[in-house]
């Protein structure tokens, strides 16, 4: 009788992996190939791996110069952070960098975009969940610490201005987040109720020895707020997209959620921008948050895959990303659920999947350099 063994493809490239040839298509290590295959572990022959065409880690957004050394000097002044974000997806927004930057420093937290999470869910339980998400990267937060708004409806920002001028102390305020979070129209709003009390005017102007372009409004003599630069969303869905994939992509109005039921290898895809896999474990209801015009598949991953790579190339897909084409566009990241209770696996600026954790390994296929996170759940 023959042995049967799997063909085994180079998650990035697609060659069949083999041993035998160094210089030939697919080569990978004889001791990695013949190693026991671990579920769900991708494999990548030698020349993808080493020219590491795909990243396993997630991404961090990336800073412009100079954005650091204004960070510091917020430290060095003791200055009050107003970090805003938006709550619809912001989970994967946070630099490392920043966070030990900003360490200690007062905060207030304004999550904005309220009006495209639901409703239903109680301002207290998102309150906390955007807290924990700002001390799990490493900023400290509380509960009290934030603010929820819709900025774009509601132009009263009275008592957010109360709320900085307590907690400043006389000090500078930083306006800082990603781009996109809502921090000029945040500004535009204050200053509706703002006075100039400082013999300064406001000004928009480079922020001393950098290159950034910084509005400057005096609150008095002797301190000033910034609304700095966004942090950029490179990591996000959203800059993977032209506008009008992005009409479609992001949402306008609250997200629902929607129901799937996964067993093992199953999968969705999600327009032709993202695949998430059940790649072991029993059972499982998926509840997934994001746009109402996002069209979801389900069916065996093994089938979806090549369905969705096709549809791709053939540019059948909707929405889809600019200059997603093939497998070598994406990225793929294993996750092993090892909390239980519920929990979120979010796509940066796509939405998220809320489920209970029962010991599952989910796979989870992006855009290549978007960033994907793991956190308890923000909708019970
Ligand atoms: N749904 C919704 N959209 C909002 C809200 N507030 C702002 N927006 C939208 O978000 C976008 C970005 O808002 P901005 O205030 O320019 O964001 P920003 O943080 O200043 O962005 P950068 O200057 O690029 O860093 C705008 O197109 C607004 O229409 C809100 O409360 N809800
Ligand atoms: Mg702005």
Redesign the pocket.
């Known amino acids: 009788m023959s042995e049967m063994s799997m063909v085994r493809r180079c998650y990035s490239c697609g060659a069949i992996l083999q041993s035998e040839d160094k210089d030939a298509e697919g080569y990978i290590k004889p001791e990695v190939l013949n190693q026991e295959h671990r579920v769900g572990e991708v494999y990548f022959c030698d020349k993808c791996y080493t020219e590491q065409s795909y990243s396993l880690t997630p991404t961090q957004p990336s800073l412009e110069e100079g954005y650091l050394s204004m960070l510091e000097d917020a430290q060095a002044s003791d200055a009050l952070i107003v970090y805003?974000i938006?709550a619809?997806s912001f989970e994967a927004s946070f630099v490392k960098e920043v966070a030990e930057t900003i360490q200690g420093l007062p905060i207030l937290v304004i999550a904005?975009?309220?009006?495209?999470l639901p409703k239903s869910v109680k301002d207290e339980t998102l309150k906390i969940y955007f807290a924990h998400r700002f001390r799990a990267s490493g900023i400290y937060a509380n509960p009290e610490d934030v603010v929820l708004?819709?900025?774009?409806?509601?132009s009263d920002v009275l008592e957010i201005a109360k709320m900085i001028e307590e907690r400043r102390r006389r000090h500078d305020v930083y306006i800082i987040?990603?781009?996109?979070?809502?921090?000029?129209?945040?500004?535009?709003a204050y200053l509706r109720s703002y006075k100039n009390s400082s013999s300064q005017e406001i000004s928009l102007s480079n922020y001393p020895g950098t290159d950034l372009r910084v509005m400057q409004i005096p609150l008095d003599n002797s301190s000033m707020m910034y609304?700095?630069?966004?942090?950029p969303t490179d990591n996000s869905v959203t800059s993977r997209m032209d506008s009008a994939n992005l009409r479609v992509a992001y949402?306008?109005t609250p997200v629902k959620a929607r129901l799937l039921s996964f067993i093992e290898k199953d999968a969705v895809a999600i327009g032709g921008l993202a695949i998430f896999e059940l790649l072991k474990g029993e059972r499982t209801a998926v509840k997934f948050y994001g746009a109402d015009g996002l069209t979801l598949k389900k069916k065996q991953a093994e089938k979806l895959s090549p369905i969705f790579f096709k549809g791709l190339e053939k540019g059948d897909l909707k929405p889809a990303g600019i200059n997603l084409k093939d497998r070598s566009d994406f990225d793929a990241f294993d996750i092993v659920v090892e909390e239980k209770g519920a929990r979120d696996i979010g796509i940066e600026g796509l939405g998220w999947f809320a489920f209970e954790g029962k010991s599952q390994t989910f796979r989870v296929i992006v855009p290549k350099g978007v960033s994907i996170y793991t956190s308890r759940a923000k909708i019970k």
Not at 149 to 154: A, E, F, K, V
Not at 177 to 188: D, H
Not at 227 to 231: A, Q, S, V, W
């Open positions: 805003v938006d619809f904005n975009k309220r009006d495209l708004t819709t900025l774009s409806s509601n987040g990603a781009a996109g979070a809502g921090k000029t129209f945040f500004l535009n609304d700095t630069p966004g942090i949402p306008s």
